[in-house]
């Protein structure tokens, strides 16, 4: 069955840096966009960035952009998402998930993924 986990969250001062990791398992990695999401407190859970399936594509929200980078290595069947010049309003679980479809360029929309890991907590102090 397909399986996202994710890894490398924890609690960082402001401006400080974090490497997310998320293992695929139970499909073709190497078919499939994959993307990152985050939920904080009370709100809803939002886009944060999307990798297509042979990373030629990337795109990011606006709040990360020149911030976050995705990459992906399939060799390894890893997404990664490096987080840079943290600030308290990243605070938040971040999702990796797994498009539904093969082949796509990595979609902003949650409902366009079908499979979602567990989270991993980012807390950002000031």
């Known amino acids: 069955q397909v399986q996202l986990v994710e890894s490398g969250g924890g609690l960082v001062q402001a401006g400080g840096s974090l490497r997310l990791s998320c293992l695929a398992s139970?499909?073709?990695?190497?078919?499939?966009?994959m993307g990152w999401f985050r939920q904080a407190p009370g709100k809803e859970r939002e886009f944060v960035a999307a990798?297509?399936?042979?990373?030629?594509?990337?795109n990011y929200a606006d709040a990360v952009k020149g911030r976050f980078t995705i990459s992906r290595d399939n060799a390894k069947n890893m997404v990664y998402l490096q987080v840079n010049s943290l600030k308290p309003e990243d605070s938040a679980v971040y999702y990796c998930?797994?498009?539904?479809?093969?082949?796509?360029?990595?979609?902003?929309?949650?409902?366009?993924?079908?499979?979602w890991g567990q989270g991993t907590q980012v807390t950002v102090s000031s």
């Open positions: 998930a797994r498009e539904g479809s093969s082949g796509g360029l990595g979609s902003r929309r949650a409902n366009e993924y079908s499979y």
């Open positions: 990798i297509s399936w042979s990373g030629a594509n990337r």
């Open positions: 139970g499909f073709t990695f190497r078919s499939y966009a």
